[in-house]
């Protein structure tokens, strides 16, 4: 069986225009390896108000190319804590198991 992959991908105001992304837009793509975590990660994303175009897809859906001014981050599920991770439950991740339904 192939493993299915999840991602979390959004545009973060506050980190955009300085730094790596100095003139340009400042991306979060977060790798969740179930539907649940990427389900908790989409919700907490859309409460944070720094977030903007919060999606999501079966692959990082920002590319930086070199000539590019904006900048990507990709960060796994199993980094995260914090906010990210205020409605994760691991029981419930075992217990819903794969969902087919888009949140």
Same mark, same amino acid.
């Given at each position: 069986?192939? +493993?299915?992959? !999840?991602?979390?991908?959004?545009?973060?105001?506050?980190?955009?225009?300085?730094? *790596?992304? #100095?003139?340009?837009? $400042?991306?979060?793509?977060?790798?969740?390896?179930?539907?649940?975590?990427?389900?908790?990660?989409?919700?907490?994303?859309?409460?944070?108000? +720094?977030?903007? !175009?919060?999606?999501?897809?079966?692959?990082?859906?920002?590319?930086?190319?070199? *000539?590019? #001014?904006?900048?990507? $981050?990709?960060?796994?599920?199993?980094?995260?804590?914090?906010?990210?991770?205020?409605?994760?439950?691991?029981?419930?991740?075992?217990?819903?198991?794969?969902?087919?339904?888009?949140?």
């Amino acid at each position: 069986m192939v +493993e299915k992959s !999840y991602y979390v991908n959004m545009t973060d105001k506050f980190m955009s225009g300085w730094g *790596k992304a #100095r003139n340009g837009k $400042s991306h979060l793509s977060i790798h969740c390896d179930t539907w649940y975590q990427a389900k908790c990660i989409f919700d907490a994303a859309k409460k944070c108000k +720094e977030m903007k !175009y919060v999606m999501h897809s079966e692959k990082p859906r920002y590319r930086t190319y070199p *000539k590019q #001014r904006d900048h990507t $981050s990709v960060w796994a599920f199993s980094q995260l804590g914090g906010h990210w991770l205020a409605n994760y439950s691991p029981e419930l991740d075992i217990e819903l198991g794969e969902q087919n339904e888009i949140f």
